[in-house]
């Protein structure tokens, strides 16, 4: 049976919101300050949220009876299908922050127009979504500008975040054959119509930040056809471990 | 911010009149609140500082544990209970520091005193948590005896201490709940693997929650004057007794067995009566060393050395901020 478009393309929003969760969620008990521990631990929250919200439709659109657990925990990496980005490793603060300031910049206007989608479940897991990512933008930037204005040390941190990450921003505005239907349908967003708003939000916060925004140079892509980078392997292990090993059992 | 500068006694003399005192304890009889810029004796003083910062340290280091297990959890609805849960305490420890913080202390004084092992914490956060069955023993019990303890503390006469404790206790029975129903989950639906992982955490963790109260009371050192000041309302042995009667049934309805063949009902008295507790392990672990103590500290020193860059910066990019307007207004003042 091959799958349709929009579950692809649901599944595609899942990922990106499970794996980026879990890894914020990977920071608890490690924070700065306690309330990073609480902040991260809300970002996380948020984005699991999301992840449910889509897998279960996600579900409901293959038929195949998989819930959300069943597509969370028991797809091996090939059949992940997040972007590249979601699934780098938290780095320092620095990195986690500029990760979360990417993904959400693009995330924030996503939503946004997903909202008007003629999709009614994507329209209403993304009114949701949006106030989220709303708060997403403001608290990764406001950690941005704080630490490329803060001391040597930070702002030092802080531009190696961006020149790292930067190559993984391309793949959020890409649009496949799968997206392309979607967006004729007048089911998904044009990507590329986002680009504005997000170049927007990052030179604004780099400029508060006095961070120097990357060159364009190469981009790395090819998460959201199951071609990911080593992360991925290691988090399903640990994400996906009591499933494997008790197959069948409910918790 | 602290609160150090009210709570400055401009009257040392004053202090040491028994007047003062007399009619603290006369308040505390009659149950009124104290509150923080009232006089209040040293010791009073001292006694909440210590077992306030005990207290938020607990639910600080009591985030590992299960931290654990949140990239591990089995199931997404579980992952996002646990995330919830777990910073649920961190929440408790912010509200706890700033009741604390109402005493005269900082919260950084308070922290960097945990980190060198000065102040305490909950001992039993120093055993490890070695399968998802632990999660749900952790909230059963080790949150069940939490909230024995903490009842009474919603009527503690310190009033912000009182006042942190009622929202927290709401949390904690909240926790309790779902800790029991992860339980309920293994043991009465799960399978023979999932059953036989909820009894090996019901052995390991048993005698470790019934340390959770404290020492016997023949044994205990703060409990009379505690009694006295309303700080503590019932002994650590009366709050013990009260939860073994209060799970044993909980337990029995799960199938499990407690670890203890000297468990027996009293039909006389009502009580289950336990065996001997092993308090050399108690104060082994409180010692230092326990299965855990050592990581324990070292993912919060960890935590905090690995953090002071970004600590500085917020503080560095604060300062610059500052002198910014200020240089902003004296340009719009000239």
């Known amino acids: ?251 | 911010m602290y609160t150090q500068a009210l709570n400055i006694k401009d009257m040392a003399a004053a202090a040491e009149d028994s007047a003062f005192d007399a009619r603290f304890q006369s308040r505390v009889d009659a149950e009124e609140k104290i509150e923080p810029n009232d006089w209040m004796p040293d010791a009073y003083r001292r006694t909440l500082v210590r077992q306030i910062a005990q207290h938020a340290h607990s639910e600080i280091v009591g985030m590992l544990p299960e931290g654990n297990w949140i990239t591990r959890a089995p199931s997404l609805k579980r992952k996002a209970a646990l995330l919830a849960k777990v910073q649920d305490e961190g929440g408790h420890g912010a509200y706890l520091y700033a009741a604390a913080e109402t005493l005269g202390v900082s919260r950084e004084d308070l922290v960097e005193q945990l980190l060198d092992g000065k102040q305490k914490y909950s001992s039993i956060f120093n055993y490890p948590t070695l399968s998802w069955a632990d999660i749900g023993i952790i909230g059963w019990l080790v949150d069940g005896a939490a909230i024995m303890n903490q009842i009474p503390l919603c009527r503690c006469s310190y009033g912000p201490y009182a006042r942190a404790m009622i929202r927290i206790c709401k949390e904690e029975s909240f926790h309790q709940r779902q800790g029991y129903e992860i339980m309920v989950t293994l043991c009465r639906d799960g399978t023979p693997e999932q059953k036989a992982m909820a009894q090996d955490a019901l052995n390991r963790w048993w005698w470790p929650v019934l340390m959770m109260f404290g020492p016997s009371d023949k044994d205990s050192q703060h409990t009379d004057k505690s009694m006295r000041w309303k700080i503590k309302r019932f002994t650590n042995d009366d709050l013990r007794q009260k939860f073994i009667d209060a799970t044993v049934p909980q337990g029995q309805y799960l199938g499990l067995t407690f670890p203890d063949p000297a468990m027996k009902h009293n039909d006389r008295t009502g009580h289950w009566e336990h065996g001997e507790i092993d308090w050399s392990e108690f104060k082994r672990v409180v010692a230092g060393d326990g299965p855990c103590n050592r990581q324990r500290m070292k993912q919060r020193r960890d935590a905090n050395e690995n953090g002071a860059w970004v600590r500085e910066a917020a503080l560095a990019f604060a300062q610059k901020r500052r002198a910014r307007a200020e240089a902003a207004a004296r340009i719009a003042a000239e």
């Not at chain 1, 990977?26 to 999301?50: K, S, T, Y």
């Not at chain 1, 003629?118 to 990512?133: G, N």
């Not at chain 1, 916060?205 to 080593?230: C, I, K, N, W, Y």
């Open chain 1, 1 to 251: 049976m091959t799958e349709t478009p929009l579950f692809r393309y649901t599944l595609r929003l899942a990922d990106n919101a499970l794996v980026l969760g879990h890894r914020l969620s990977e920071w608890v008990g490690r924070a700065p300050v306690l309330e990073e521990d609480l902040a991260l631990g809300n970002l996380g929250l948020d984005l699991i949220g999301q992840a449910r919200a889509f897998y279960v439709y996600a579900g409901e659109i293959e038929g195949r009876g998989r819930d959300e657990d069943a597509l969370a925990y028991l797809r091996d990496a090939g059949e992940y299908c997040n972007v590249l980005l979601v699934e780098q490793p938290n780095g320092d603060f620095a990195a986690t922050m500029m990760r979360q300031l990417f993904y959400s910049a693009f995330a924030h206007p996503f939503f946004e127009a997903l909202q008007k989608s003629r999709d009614a479940t994507l329209a209403a897991i993304a009114a949701k979504a949006v106030k989220e990512m709303a708060y997403h933008v403001r608290h990764s930037a406001e950690w941005v500008i704080r630490l490329g204005d803060g001391t040597d040390e930070s702002h030092r941190r802080a531009q190696q975040a961006a020149d790292d990450l930067w190559t993984y921003t391309g793949e959020l505005f890409e649009a496949d054959a799968v997206e392309r239907a979607l967006i004729e349908a007048g089911i998904a967003p044009d990507t590329a119509a986002l680009r504005a708003s997000f170049d927007n939000a990052i030179n604004d916060v780099f400029d508060e930040a006095t961070l120097q925004r990357p060159g364009s140079g190469f981009m790395q892509s090819g998460g959201r056809d199951g071609r990911h980078s080593e992360h991925l392997g290691f988090i399903l292990t640990e994400l996906q471990f009591l499933q494997r090993v008790y197959p069948g059992a409910k918790w």
